[in-house]
DNA sequence: AAGAGGCCCTGATAGC
DNA sequence: TGCTATCAGGGCCTCT
């Protein structure tokens, strides 16, 4: 499910919930996500307060007020859930939550604060949630990740000094999470298309130009995916179970054997598969 | 040592 | 109340 824009919208709706709020109780109904979830586990993040949640690439990130952190990361198929504790529930005391979207099966995290809980849902268990201990554990986590798209550091310098000598396909450099952090598998070819490259070219063949409008592409094509409310194929919704609007927007992606969006181009959209990820262009404009 | 490919897992859909 | 194959927003690991 989750590019950079959707675990952004997951995190900004997140941020107005459960700030300054304290953990009372978690409850794990299944350990084995991508990552065994410890025995432990529950007893640290039990009476923990979230100061801030915050995001690096696809990673939430709890920040808890005494300097310790949670990530959380979805995978293909992860969803975040916000129930309210019914106002019923106050008076009867029963345990009644309002829970109009949230999914029968594949529950498997909740985390339960005075007046609501969050729930991690997952039918692949792609994704993880860990502890961490403390600021350097969590920036080692992250050493391997390169720059996001929004970065500084994400410029034409970077990217004509990392394609040197390389014969990889630039779709591939987008998906590397070492090259670039964030992008994903609809992103990296809306961005393409925008750039008018295409996915097969070797990152070494790259003109400058082209890498420039990689560059300003990147930026600018998950600024506006966050601006509406990141992209719902299949099941992403943010915490309340509405569903993002970019998927309107798609010039590429999921449009096989249609006509290219690009004003006076006739050519149709292509699929194919790269490194086992589909992968959309048009054979016409992007040559 | 860069790069390709397999694998972790469930569910939806298409084709037979 | 059919089966089977294929594909799906990610990332880690192994092999060459």
Redesign the pocket.
């Known amino acids: 499910?989750?590019?950079l824009p959707?675990v952004e919208i997951v995190k900004q709706s997140l941020n107005q919930k459960i700030q300054q709020k304290k953990i009372k109780k978690i409850i794990i109904k299944n350990r084995n996500l991508?990552f065994k979830i410890p025995l432990k586990f529950e007893k640290l993040l039990e009476n923990r307060i979230v100061k801030k949640v915050t995001r690096f690439?696809?990673y939430l990130i709890l920040n808890f007020s005494d300097g310790s952190f949670c990530l959380i990361?979805l995978?293909?198929s992860g969803t975040i859930h916000l129930i309210k504790k019914n106002d019923l529930n106050k008076l009867t005391n029963t345990s009644f939550y309002n829970s109009p979207s949230l999914p029968k099966?594949?529950n498997h995290v909740e985390i339960h604060f005075k007046d609501l809980k969050i729930i991690y849902n997952d039918?692949?268990?792609?994704g993880f949630l860990k502890f961490i201990n403390n600021k350097q554990a969590l920036i080692d986590r992250f050493d391997?990740l390169g720059p996001e798209p929004f970065f500084k550091t994400f410029n034409l310098k970077y990217l004509l000094k990392y394609f040197l000598n390389?014969?990889?396909?630039i779709k591939?450099f987008l998906?590397d999470?070492k090259f670039v952090s964030g992008i994903?598998?609809?992103y990296a070819s809306e961005i393409l298309f925008l750039s008018r490259i295409n996915p097969k070219t070797h990152a070494m063949k790259l003109s400058k130009e082209e890498c420039k409008k990689i560059i300003f592409f990147s930026k600018t094509v998950l600024k506006r995916a966050i601006e509406k409310g990141?992209?719902?194929?299949?099941?992403?919704k943010n915490i309340s179970g509405e569903n993002g609007n970019f998927q309107k927007e798609f010039k590429v992606y999921q449009r096989e054997n249609l006509s290219c969006l690009r004003n006076k181009c006739t050519g149709k959209i292509k699929k194919i598969s790269i490194?086992?990820?589909?992968t959309f262009f048009c054979n016409t404009c992007q040559k």
């Not at 390389?166 to 396909?169: G, P, R, Y």
């Not at 990141?230 to 992403?236: E, N």
């Not at 490194?275 to 589909?278: A, L, P, V």
């Open positions: 499910m989750p590019e959707e991508r690439s696809k990361h995978g293909m099966k594949h039918p692949r268990r792609f391997h390389k014969k990889k396909n591939s998906l999470q994903g598998n609809i990141g992209s719902s194929i299949r099941d992403f490194s086992n990820r589909s």
